[in-house]
């Protein structure tokens, strides 16, 4: 069974940080690429970063590059997204998912991903 399953969400202040886990199984984990999305209320869900396991490359979103970075600890099958300078318009439900390594993960769009997780809410207080 696939399970994508986050964590570390969380209310937080402005300029503070966060790290969210998504821990990953029932798939090849090195052939996939995972990502986080977020959805605000009202709003579309917006991808924001994704690794590939398979060679390491990592993108980014403009609205969230220099301030989070995604990192996968292959051993644990687990993916993080370190979150600084985080701001109130970064509340939302946060999600993961995996993509094979072969789509077009890279760019971030919702349709190029197959599994997904039920998301973690963070929420930034001014």
């Known amino acids: 069974e696939v399970q994508l399953v986050e964590s570390g969400g969380g209310l937080v202040q402005a300029g503070g940080s966060l790290r969210l886990s998504c821990a990953a199984s029932g798939f090849p984990f090195g052939n996939y690429a995972i990502a986080w999305f977020r959805q605000a209320p009202g709003k579309e869900r917006e991808g924001l970063s994704c690794?590939?396991?398979?060679?390491?490359?990592?993108y980014y979103a403009d609205s969230v590059k220099g301030r989070f970075t995604i990192s996968s600890d292959s051993a644990k099958n687990t993916v993080y997204l370190q979150m600084d300078s985080l701001k109130p318009e970064d509340t939302a439900d946060y999600y993961c998912?995996?993509?094979?390594?072969?789509?077009?993960?890279?760019?971030?769009?919702?349709?190029?991903?197959?599994?997904w997780g039920q998301g973690t809410q963070v929420t930034v207080s001014s």
């Open positions: 998912a995996a993509a094979d390594s072969d789509s077009y993960y890279f760019l971030l769009l919702a349709p190029a991903y197959d599994y």
């Open positions: 690794i590939s396991n398979s060679n390491g490359a990592a």
